[in-house]
T-cell receptor
Framework: GENVEQHPSTLSVQEGDSAVIKCTYS??????FPWYKQELGKGPQLIID?????GEKKDQRIAVTLNKTAKHFSLHITETQPEDSAVYFC????????????FGSGTRLSIRP | GAGVSQSPSNKVTEKGKDVELRCDPI?????LYWYRQSLGQGLEFLIY????????KSGLPSDRFSAERTGGSVSTLTIQRTQQEDSAVYLC????????????FGSGTRLTVV
């Protein structure tokens, strides 16, 4: 089955700087990679996702890159703001199968003012 | 409804008691998932329902845990003879199709076993 590893577990950056979170996956057949943001007391929310047929996707200050050969993908947040403070989860999934998403262990991101 | 609704939002129970947690998925979503999140930890898969198919129960940690989904909509997660290690946030998610594209999570039920 799929296994997803996520690093770092905690990350603190100065407001305005960039933050990068990295994940690796084990199943080379996985073809869908979503990222979720979880704020205190709330359920995780999808913030961006990428399919295996592209190498990069951007949405304003957030971007995700995918390296299928190395089986790793990353979340990049630029010009960080206080509201970016949250726990971020990566996940990997075989899109064509009826199954469940396997999540990474999460990264607690703190933005220092 | 507009989102995935879970109830209760908080539950405190005595060790050994049974508890039921409820999830109302988004209308029309055919897939429903339960995850458990222990304090400061990641998301542990518990069980997955898809339409009328047999559920994927591979993540249930013990036979004290069970879940059902009535009429392809509302789901109930039951924990019998609760233990302190069952204390966690139980999250429900639903998605519109057979595959997991676009999970929408509820806000969870925080279970505390004392």
């Amino acid at each position: 089955g799929e296994n997803v590893e996520q690093h770092p577990s905690t990350l603190s950056v100065q407001e305005g700087d960039s933050a990068v979170i990295k994940c690796t996956y084990s199943d080379s057949a996985s073809n869908y990679f979503p990222w979720y943001k979880q704020e205190l007391g709330k359920g995780p929310q999808l913030i961006i996702d990428i399919r295996s047929n592209v190498g990069e996707k951007k949405d304003q200050r957030i971007a995700v890159t995918l390296n299928k050969t190395a089986k790793h993908f990353s979340l990049h947040i630029t010009e960080t703001q206080p509201e970016d403070s949250a726990v971020y989860f990566c996940a990997a999934f075989l899109y064509s199968s009826a199954s469940k998403i396997i999540f990474g262990s999460g990264t607690r991101l703190s933005i220092r003012p | 409804g507009a989102g995935v609704s879970q109830s209760p939002s908080n539950k405190v129970t005595e060790k050994g008691k049974d508890v039921e947690l409820r999830c109302d998925p988004i209308s029309g979503h055919t897939a429903l998932y339960w995850y458990r999140q222990s304090l400061g930890q990641g998301l542990e898969f518990l069980i997955y329902f898809q339409g009328n198919s047999a559920p994927d129960k591979s993540g249930l940690p013990s036979d004290r845990f069970s879940a059902e989904r009535t009429g392809g909509s509302v789901s109930t997660l039951t924990i019998q003879r609760t233990q302190q290690e069952d204390s966690a946030v139980y999250l429900c998610a639903s998605s519109p199709r057979q595959v997991a594209y676009g999970y929408t999570f509820g806000s969870g039920t925080r279970l505390t076993v004392v």
